[in-house]
């Protein structure tokens, strides 16, 4: 019993002796060695916009002439959840773009307005989607609106949005206007302008999705009407009379409408 166990044990010493010898022993300085699990060394790489038709080590040559990721097509929209009135803030907006916003604001390929103005115009009646029922909610709101405010429009359009951000005040850009002399638009406008762009503002409809531009309509009145955080009921309270320029209802009708346009 003891001899066989000594047996044993010299000769998985020796095997293993002999197999690290025979695995430093490489000629190519360049060599990585000997590989025991090249899976783990070299993952396939499986990236969505490159495919180097390549997986563990075989080439395909078919699969590499293939644009990986497709264009969805014209008119698909993401997948938002199940929540039907998040779903309906997050459908494509339905107001044209305006009549010369390729000049203008290289809105090239997108559906222009038969005549200028006059989807802003129409805009007025669009209201904001996103509810202020609570000072929790108005608060939770105010907060996500900051964050989007500070990395998107401050540079411009100021701390306190009155045109003076450091873009401004540099001398690198002006006509800025101060959001306390834009009490007369409506909601919808403010969404169109900053959706599709105006005057010197660029575009905005690439970089926020509807709700983040929603949200910052919000944000955005603060600056435009002084009363507009006053009251709001805590939460549990029962809702009193929304804010000026606030309604909670989405309107549908619209969409519809235009659906006969497309
Ligand atoms: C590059 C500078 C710049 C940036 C960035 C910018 N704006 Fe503007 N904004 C302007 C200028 C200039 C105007 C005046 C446009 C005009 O009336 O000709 C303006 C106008 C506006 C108006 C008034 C629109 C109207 O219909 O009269 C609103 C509201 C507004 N901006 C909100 C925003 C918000 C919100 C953001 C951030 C998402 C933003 N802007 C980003 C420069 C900018």
Not at 103 to 118: C, I, N, P, Q
Not at 128 to 149: I, Q, W
Not at 206 to 211: G, K, M, R, V
Request: hydrophobic share 35%; net charge negative.
């Amino acid at each position: 019993m003891k001899r066989t166990f000594k047996a044993i044990s010299t000769y998985s010493i020796a095997a293993i002796t002999g197999m690290v010898v025979l695995a430093s022993c490489v000629t190519d300085p360049d060599s990585p060695g000997l590989e025991y699990m090249p899976d783990m060394y070299r993952s396939p790489a499986v990236e969505p916009y490159v495919d180097y038709g390549r997986v563990q080590g075989a080439e395909d040559m078919e699969k590499k002439m293939v644009q990986s990721a497709m264009t969805p097509p014209a008119g698909a929209i993401p997948y938002y959840g199940t929540e039907a009135a998040h779903v309906e803030v997050m459908l494509p907006y339905h107001r044209l773009a305006p009549a010369t916003g390729d000049v203008t604001h290289g809105l090239y390929g997108w559906e222009k307005e038969d005549s200028l103005g006059s989807e802003y115009n129409a805009a007025v009646a669009d209201k904001n989607p996103l509810t202020l029922a609570s000072k929790e909610e108005a608060d939770a709101m105010f907060k996500a609106g900051k964050h989007l405010y500070e990395t998107k429009c401050m540079h411009c359009h100021g701390e306190k949005g009155d045109g003076n951000g450091p873009m401004v005040t540099s001398g690198a850009y002006a006509g800025v206007p101060d959001y306390k002399t834009k009490t007369d638009l409506a909601d919808g406008q403010v969404f169109y302008s900053i959706y599709y762009g105006k005057g010197a503002m660029g575009a905005h409809a690439s970089l926020l999705n509807n709700e983040q531009i929603w949200t910052l309509v919000h944000y955005v009145n603060k600056f435009r009407f002084d009363d507009y955080m006053k009251n709001l009921p805590a939460a549990g309270e029962a809702p009193v009379a929304a804010p000026a320029a606030v309604d909670s209802t989405v309107v549908v009708e619209d969409v519809h409408a235009e659906e006969a346009h497309h």
